[in-house]
């Protein structure tokens, strides 16, 4: 089945430590996006990817990183220095930039413990 | 910069009923707006993508406007059904160099049986 997968779907982290989310998708998608989700907020970028080797900072980049060395593959690292990293993640996949439906993956909800 | 909003921010209508969501953006040149529907601790499902050359699109019971000159998109759910129940998003790609997507805040829908 194509699609986007994250994981795990659950994450507890400790405080001080960088933790990876994972997101994979089969759909053959050039593009790719993390989101974060709080409560009773709209989703906010984090970070997004057009194209292999290539990504580009979101609104609210501070304390995350990214890699794009796969196409298939976008990992996003919650660093320490992120203050308040509690919330739920999405990553989203699209084939390209124009006139493109974005598919999401089924989040991860990360808990600083 | 982009705003998106939603109104209402919340909506419980029994079953049955016809109903409409609203979705504003403040910045007009978008590629396209798409809405998605998210259930409790679940990722996005998209719903409808409406390109910004047309008008409207439909799926179903849903219907979905696009008058980009006023920067408004409605979501119209015809005979709802408990199932409907969710958080109802538009998001709109934007026509920048790295086109982003932004995300409206939501209506949470509840459908009473």
């Known amino acids: 089945d194509g699609g986007i997968t994250q994981s795990p779907k659950y994450l507890f982290r400790k405080e001080g430590q960088n933790v990876t989310l994972s997101c994979e998708q089969n759909?053959?998608?050039?593009?790719m996006y993390w989101y974060r989700q709080d409560p009773g907020q709209g989703l906010r970028l984090i970070y997004y990817?057009?194209?292999?080797?290539?990504?580009q900072k979101g609104d609210i980049a501070e304390g995350y990183s990214v890699s794009r060395e796969k196409k298939e593959s976008f990992p996003l690292t919650v660093t320490s220095a992120q203050k308040n990293p509690t919330a739920f993640y999405l990553c989203?996949?699209?084939?390209?930039?124009?006139?493109?439906?974005?598919?999401f993956g089924q989040g991860t909800r990360l808990t600083v413990v | 910069k982009q705003e998106v909003t939603q109104i209402p921010a919340a909506l419980s209508v029994p079953e049955g009923e016809n109903l409409v969501l609203n979705c504003s953006f403040t910045?007009?040149?978008?590629?396209?707006l798409q809405w998605f529907r998210q259930d409790p601790g679940k990722g996005l499902t998209s719903l409808l993508l409406?390109?910004?050359?047309?008008r409207e699109q439909t799926s179903g019971r849903l219907n979905a406007s696009l008058d980009k000159s006023s920067g408004r998109s409605t979501l119209y759910i015809a005979a709802s059904q408990p199932g409907d129940s969710a958080t109802y998003l538009c998001?709109?790609?934007?026509?920048?160099?790295?086109?982003?997507?932004?995300f409206g805040p939501g209506t949470s829908l509840s459908v009473i049986p």
């Open positions: 910045d007009s040149a978008i590629y396209n």
């Open positions: 759909l053959n998608h050039d593009a």
């Open positions: 989203a996949s699209s084939m390209g930039t124009v006139n493109t439906e974005a598919f």
């Open positions: 998001a709109v790609r934007m026509k920048t160099s790295y086109d982003k997507v932004i």
């Open positions: 409406i390109q910004s050359s047309q």
């Open positions: 990817s057009q194209i292999v080797n290539d990504f």
